[in-house]
T-cell receptor, first 112, second 120 residues
Framework: AQSVTQLDSHVSVSEGTPVLLRCNYSSSYSPSLFWYVQHPNKGLQLLLK??????LVKGINGFEAEFKKSETSFHLTKPSAHMSDAAEYFC??????????FGKGTRLSVIA | GAGVSQSPSNKVTEKGKDVELRCDPISGHTALYWYRQSLGQGLEFLIYFQGNSAPDKSGLPSDRFSAERTGGSVSTLTIQRTQQEDSAVYLCASSLAFPSGTSGYTDTQYFGPGTRLTVL
């Protein structure tokens, strides 16, 4: 079975400091992986996706994620947090021919 | 062009009533998906449409839930005899292509803002 574990339900960082949101996955196949962001009362927006090309994926708003097969991880990072990054972040796995599997989300707080 | 839209944005209903939730996908997107986001449960897949047909209904939680899509565009999710546990945010998404073969669900899904359903 496919699953996604977001290791932190809440992460708090100061503005201007790095962001690390951790995600581990379990999949029987070579998966596609996504990070989505959800701002309050808004729909989910795609940040980036990995589909077996380059293992380091760059997304919007300065975010990037690295696919590490040996560690079954797909952590999301950003060098410097902005206040506007405060939101809920979801790691998602698509193992192939089955529906997307979402992690439970990590709420990112950015402190001024 | 416009993104995915959903209506109503909020719906409050009494237990036992039926509700209809509407989704307008991005024009030209052949695939449409419904998800439910419950507090503490994350997002659950409910159903997806390829054109007007629904090859995958595996996520519908009970026979009180049904969905249809007409004209390859607008979709309606209907919940009959609502229960308090149906309270959640219902999200719709659409994608340009539909899942096929090994490429599966890799096409980017674009989400609407959701409908917040509260069952009293």
């Amino acid at each position: 079975a496919q699953s996604v574990t977001q290791l932190d339900s809440h992460v708090s960082v100061s503005e201007g400091t790095p962001v690390l949101l951790r995600c581990n996955y379990s999949s029987s196949y070579s998966p596609s992986l996504f990070w989505y962001v959800q701002h309050p009362n808004k729909g989910l927006q795609l940040l980036l996706k990995y589909t077996s090309a380059a293992t380091l994926v760059k997304g919007i708003n300065g975010f990037e994620a690295e696919f590490k097969k040996s560690e079954t991880s797909f952590h999301l990072t950003k060098p410097s947090a902005h206040m506007s990054d405060a939101a809920e972040y979801f790691c998602v796995v698509s193992p192939g021919n089955t529906p997307l599997v979402f992690g439970k989300g990590t709420r990112l707080s950015v402190i001024a | 062009g416009a993104g995915v839209s959903q209506s109503p944005s909020n719906k409050v209903t009494e237990k036992g009533k039926d509700v209809e939730l509407r989704c307008d996908p991005i024009s030209g997107h052949t695939a449409l998906y419904w998800y439910r986001q419950s507090l503490g449960q994350g997002l659950e897949f409910l159903i997806y449409f390829q054109g007007n047909s629904a090859p995958d209904k595996s996520g519908l939680p009970s026979d009180r839930f049904s969905a249809e899509r007409t004209g390859g565009s607008v979709s309606t999710l209907t919940i009959q005899r609502t229960q308090q546990e149906d309270s959640a945010v219902y999200l719709c998404a659409s994608s340009l292509a539909f899942p096929s073969g090994t490429s599966g669900y890799t096409d980017t899904q674009y989400f609407g803002p959701g409908t917040r359903l509260t069952v009293l």
